[in-house]
């Protein structure tokens, strides 16, 4: 088992940079893949980004491509996805998990969340 918890989310103007982190408990972390999440009002969960196990395979959703950067540091237990030049629509809550599955595109294969945290990007 993992348990995630997600930090760093909060208020930022358009334009601006938020680090947000993920931080793990359990002693196979380093066996599970990450996918960072979002959930805004009205709208269906989506992924944004995901990391493998070692951290050499990164993707992106094409709205964030270029401007989000997700990395992990498994002696640290932590995976942490760098959200710059923010716009109004990367408003919502913000979610890591984990998953041991090969299939990671999809919410449904992830067995393990964090809490969410509130990102919130003014115009």
């Known amino acids: 088992q993992v348990q995630l918890v997600e930090s760093g989310g909060g208020l930022v103007q358009a334009g601006g940079a938020l680090r947000l982190s993920c931080a793990a408990s359990g002693r196979t972390f380093s066996s599970y893949g990450i996918g960072w999440f979002r959930q805004a009002p009205g709208k269906e969960r989506e992924i944004v980004a995901y990391?493998?196990?070692?951290?050499?395979?990164?993707e992106y959703t094409d709205s964030v491509k270029g401007r989000f950067t997700v990395s992990r540091d498994n002696a640290e237990n932590a995976v942490y996805l760098q959200m710059n030049s923010l716009k109004p629509e990367d408003t919502a809550v913000y979610y890591c998990?984990?998953?041991?599955?090969?299939?990671?595109?999809?919410?449904?294969?992830?067995?393990?969340w964090g809490q969410g945290t509130q990102v919130t990007v003014s115009s």
């Open positions: 990391i493998n196990w070692s951290g050499k395979r990164t």
């Open positions: 998990a984990a998953t041991m599955r090969a299939y990671y595109w999809s919410s449904a294969s992830y067995d393990y």
